[in-house]
């Protein structure tokens, strides 16, 4: 079946920084748009990242914007998201998808699909 696999998630202080990878297996990532989401405890869903299947267009969340990169190597077939100065805020799984469907926005989950099963990512002192 088609899967991506989250890693890198970690426990990390304040201002700390972390490095999540997006691994495709069962297909091949290239063709594809790839999202980032987090999802905290008894919160719903939501997008922190975009790249296009080049890497030529990227898009944030306003939450996250200046403090993350995503990027990609398909050669590996990875997408990677670059965290930097973490906020407590930022504490939440973190999961990858693939985009499937072109909606009015970057960020509504339901366009996605191909979820991984996420990894956890605590911003605390």
């Known amino acids: 079946q088609l899967q991506l696999v989250e890693s890198g998630g970690d426990l990390v202080q304040p201002g700390g920084s972390l490095r999540l990878s997006c691994a495709a297996s069962?297909?091949?990532?290239?063709?594809?748009?790839i999202g980032w989401f987090r999802q905290a405890p008894g919160t719903e869903r939501q997008g922190v990242s975009f790249?296009?299947?080049?890497?030529?267009?990227?898009y944030y969340a306003d939450s996250v914007k200046g403090r993350v990169t995503i990027s990609r190597d398909n050669a590996v077939n990875t997408v990677f998201l670059q965290m930097n100065n973490l906020k407590p805020e930022d504490t939440a799984v973190y999961y990858c998808a693939v985009r499937r469907t072109l909606g009015a926005t970057w960020e509504e989950p339901s366009d996605y699909g191909n979820w991984g099963q996420g990894t956890q990512v605590t911003v605390s002192s």
């Open positions: 069962g297909f091949t990532l290239e063709n594809y748009g």
């Open positions: 790249i296009s299947p080049s890497g030529g267009r990227t």
